[in-house]
């Protein structure tokens, strides 16, 4: 069973920085695929990036793009998600999800069998 961690969420004013953190955990999977999508209230939940940590490979929703940077370390099983520029449209519970690692991440992959709990991110006027 995979666990992931999530850390960095909480409360920021429009324009500025924060950094998510997942740590993939408790597998036998040797490297992983994460990912980062979000759900605000009453809205669909959407993908905001992704990457596969043995290739470096990533993937942005449409609407992060340019503004949001996914990283990763192998060695930590750990992906990164800084987030700059932040609007207040960016306001949602943002998720950490994982699968088997592989190499192509373009389409956005659909299917992540383990979630994280998520983490708030709120971004003020």
């Known amino acids: 069973q995979v666990q992931l961690e999530e850390s960095g969420g909480g409360l920021v004013q429009a324009g500025g920085s924060l950094r998510l953190s997942c740590a993939a955990s408790?597998?036998?999977?040797?490297?992983?695929?994460l990912a980062w999508f979000r759900q605000a209230p009453g809205k669909e939940r959407e993908p905001v990036a992704a990457?596969?940590?043995?290739?470096?490979?990533?993937a942005y929703g449409d609407s992060v793009k340019g503004r949001f940077t996914i990283s990763g370390d192998r060695t930590k099983n750990t992906a990164y998600l800084q987030m700059n520029s932040l609007k207040p449209e960016d306001t949602a519970v943002y998720y950490c999800?994982?699968?088997?690692?592989?190499?192509?991440?373009?389409?956005?992959?659909?299917?992540?069998?383990?979630w994280g709990q998520g983490t708030q991110v709120t971004v003020s006027l």
């Open positions: 990457i596969s940590l043995s290739h470096g490979n990533t």
């Open positions: 408790g597998s036998t999977f040797s490297t992983y695929l």
């Open positions: 999800a994982a699968d088997v690692d592989r190499i192509a991440v373009n389409p956005f992959p659909s299917v992540f069998h383990y």
